[in-house]
């Protein structure tokens, strides 16, 4: 059985797959044992990222050519006239070619996005910002659709397809999905500006128009979604945040501005009031000591004097704990010291029905 030619050389492609595999698993070793000391000693982290995506497809690229060897070899034992084998021969080459296109896309997007995201990381740490994770997961998906498009037109293209009349068809077909989804392409183009422009990045706290408040958790094609205080995911599309005015609390910085306002009564020491204000903020741990807390006189009220404690703290999740904390104090140290904190009031003078006078007649 064995010196039958169709079964000799199907013997001998299994080999030369077993053999593939084996000698990518050589090759994986090597350029572990040689590549990766030699990349270690090297400042960058780019080229041990490059080779642990080669390393991670070596073994496959390996056992995807020891199939078309193998292939190769089964076809010379198959007489021309044993249709049928062929053509099984002939789907197991397609599939295998199709296969070969995937892997490969997929390693040159996962190269792609790696030398990107390296880049990233790299302005990132000279700028201090966190832009890897703005800009890098849109860019993957471009890259990803880009790439993956290119691998349909040379599969197509192998298989004698057309491939200029399906462009010029897709050009018609993308012109008249660009006119009936022009908000969508809209807030896709204003996703790019919000990357380029980056009024805003992922994690920093921002408020919109509407008065909300909220984390940015991601930038995405098409809208942006912010965690709200009450861990409600708000999605908002992108050209609603290009087109208006959004207040950004992390940009340049987290440090953000504490204030406290309270009203007192004319007649009290207003050097006393404005001290244990101070020392309210001075003896708060959150309060940045520069630049120091100061107490200034806003408004003479209807009620009384309007003051203002302003001061600085490092991170704007503090705030609302900060300003909570200081109004109770401020409320316990000016009953205690007795100033009095003024409220609007209403004097409302009444009269009985027989007291009041009718108009007299003229």
Known sequence: MFEHPIVKNILTAVLVIIAAGFIGQVVKSLLNIIFKRLFASTKTTLDDRILSIVRS???TLSIIAGFFIGIKIA?????IDEVAYHQILDYVSVALYIVLVFVVTKSVSRLVGTTFEWYMDEVSEKTHSNITATVAPMMKKIVDIILFLIAGM???DHFGVNIGS???SLGVGSLAVALAAQETVANMIAGFVILIDQPFRVGDRIKLPSGEEGD???IGLRSTRILNYDNNLVVIPNSDLVKNRIINFSFPNNIIRVLVEVSVAYRIDIERAKKI???LAINNSDISKEPAP??????????GLLLRLSGRTSHFDKKFEIETTLREQVYKSFTDAGIEISLPRRIIYSKRSDE??????K
Not at 75 to 79: H, K, L
Not at 294 to 303: E, L, N, T
Not at 356 to 361: G, L
């Open 166 to 168: 399906l462009l010029v």
């Open 57 to 59: 497809r070596i073994i």
């Open 356 to 361: 009041i006078q009718a108009p007299q007649k």
């Open 154 to 156: 040379i599969v197509l």
């Open 216 to 218: 940015v958790t991601q």
């Open 75 to 79: 076809r010379q034992g198959i007489a």
């Open 277 to 279: 204000l101070l020392d």
């Open 294 to 303: 100061r107490v200034f006189v806003m408004d003479f009220g209807k009620a």
